[in-house]
């Protein structure tokens, strides 16, 4: 898997505040940083993650009646998975074999019902940030997401994200703290990671129960 800094996202960010994202020449562009979400190891690696939490979650059994979980996975379809990843795109889930309760485990890869990667939603909004609507297609064409997509994500972080349990729990834990309209590109950088692949997998950890109603309820 290689290996991208943090600081070319800082750097990114600069630039997108400049309005110039795509004009310079520095080591690591926009593209390479969004390879990241064509690369089939990060994505492996955030798969692992969730089976290793989806095996916690089926060994405690239904959070309701106690029961035993049994599988129930089903398949996602994000628009920016290539067709030949069938593993990545398995939604974990499972069914009480008594109750019948459906228990759906949080999740680094999927981020609510979103059509793309969650890490998409989170790489290519950080990437938004201070960026005017008609600065955005270029954005838009590289990380193949229309621009009124990216500008309701935008809109989410800064709106329906601050009003969730997660960030409100989340948002003690940074001092200083996180301004609201630094979102979501603030946390990759309040990570203690220098890389962008350890940045986002962190993010994602964080942000995993907003893909879940299921758990522990
Ligand atoms: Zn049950």
Same mark, same amino acid.
């Given at each position: 898997?290689?290996?991208?800094?943090?600081?070319?996202?800082?750097?990114?960010?600069?630039?997108?505040? /400049?309005?110039? #994202?795509?004009?310079?020449?520095?080591?690591?562009?926009? $593209?390479?940083?969004?390879? $990241?979400?064509? %690369?089939?190891?990060?994505?492996?690696?955030?798969?692992? *993650? %969730?089976?290793?939490?989806?095996?916690? $979650?089926?060994?405690?059994?239904?959070?309701?009646?106690?029961?035993?979980?049994?599988?129930?996975?089903?398949?996602?379809? +994000?628009? %920016?998975?290539?067709?030949? @990843?069938?593993?990545?795109? $398995?939604?974990?889930?499972?069914?009480?074999?008594?109750?019948?309760?459906?228990?759906?485990?949080?999740? #680094?890869?999927?981020?609510?019902?979103?059509?793309? @990667?969650?890490?998409?939603? =989170?790489?290519?909004?950080? =990437?938004?940030?201070? !960026?005017?609507?008609?600065?955005?297609? +270029?954005?838009? /064409?590289?990380?193949?997401?229309? #621009?009124?997509?990216?500008? !309701?994500? !935008? /809109?989410?972080?800064?709106?329906?994200?601050?009003?969730?349990?997660? @960030?409100?729990?989340?948002?003690?834990?940074?001092?200083?703290?996180?301004?609201?309209?630094?979102?979501?590109?603030?946390?990759?950088?309040?990570?203690?990671?220098? *890389?962008?692949?350890?940045?986002?997998? /962190?993010?994602?950890?964080?942000?995993?129960?907003?893909?879940?109603?299921?758990?522990?309820?």
């Amino acid at each position: 898997m290689r290996v991208w800094g943090l600081s070319a996202l800082k750097e990114l960010d600069w630039q997108a505040l /400049q309005g110039r #994202v795509f004009g310079f020449p520095t080591k690591d562009s926009p $593209i390479m940083c969004q390879t $990241i979400l064509q %690369d089939p190891a990060f994505f492996k690696f955030l798969l692992h *993650i %969730d089976q290793d939490h989806a095996a916690t $979650i089926r060994l405690r059994g239904c959070s309701r009646c106690g029961g035993p979980l049994h599988q129930a996975h089903y398949e996602r379809k +994000p628009r %920016d998975a290539p067709s030949t @990843w069938i593993e990545e795109k $398995i939604r974990f889930s499972f069914c009480c074999g008594h109750c019948r309760c459906r228990c759906t485990p949080a999740s #680094v890869r999927f981020l609510g019902r979103r059509v793309y @990667w969650g890490a998409t939603v =989170l790489l290519a909004t950080a =990437l938004c940030h201070g !960026r005017a609507l008609r600065r955005s297609h +270029p954005l838009s /064409q590289s990380f193949g997401v229309p #621009v009124q997509t990216l500008q !309701r994500w !935008r /809109q989410w972080w800064l709106t329906e994200f601050t009003t969730t349990p997660v @960030w409100q729990t989340l948002r003690g834990r940074f001092l200083p703290p996180v301004e609201t309209h630094a979102l979501p590109g603030e946390l990759l950088q309040r990570t203690r990671s220098t *890389i962008l692949q350890d940045s986002m997998t /962190q993010v994602m950890r964080w942000l995993a129960p907003l893909g879940t109603l299921t758990e522990g309820r």
